[in-house]
């Protein structure tokens, strides 16, 4: 007997392979009647970034600044990904059954992605499987081999380049 998959973790940096990794994960779900949350992580501002805030604003404003900076950039991503989810599944977020929740998070990809899997106890992790810049990463990103090394969880990768056009493929609608 298989292990029964009742949550799957959806993970995205939102490439260009986001919609047929989506559909996979979504015909997944429905497969096997399981929820799916979909995840989106934004990385915090760089070392360069803070150094420059730190060094030509005040300890108050360089705070101020960048707590607003990434609650503005945490609302825009959640509203992007509501409509690319309405316009692939044809519904809103309320009104589906597979997709139970959207979350934008602020922080390192591997690490947050580990805690919104014991967040949201997923029993599957799906990420797509893109080549890096780096000979280290030619076959898959970083994020998603340190998540195959690090998780306690199973990981599925969906394999993005060259996809074939099967029916996960196609619009979900």
């Avoid at 360089?62 to 409509?83: M, N, V, Y």
């Avoid at 990463?137 to 599925?156: A, D, H, M």
């Amino acid at each position: 007997m298989s292990p029964q998959i009742k949550t799957i973790l959806y993970t995205t940096a939102l490439g260009p392979h986001t919609r047929p990794v989506f559909r996979f994960a979504v015909n997944l779900a429905r497969q096997q009647n399981a929820r799916m949350v979909l995840l989106h992580v934004v990385e915090p501002l760089s070392n360069n970034v803070r150094f420059l805030m730190d060094n030509y604003l005040s300890p108050e404003k360089a705070s101020e600044l960048q707590h607003e900076a990434t609650r503005g950039i945490l609302e825009k991503f959640h509203k992007r990904l509501e409509a690319f989810c309405a316009e692939e599944l044809g519904t809103t977020l309320e009104q589906t059954t597979t997709l139970s929740e959207i979350r934008v998070v602020n922080g390192l990809p591997c690490e947050v992605i580990l805690e919104e899997a014991d967040r949201c106890d997923a029993d599957l992790i799906v990420v797509g499987a893109h080549s890096g810049s780096t000979p280290r990463t030619t076959f898959i990103g970083s994020t998603t081999r340190r998540l195959t090394l690090l998780s306690k969880r199973p990981v599925l990768m969906v394999p993005v380049a060259d996809l074939p056009e099967t029916q996960w493929a196609q619009p979900l609608v």
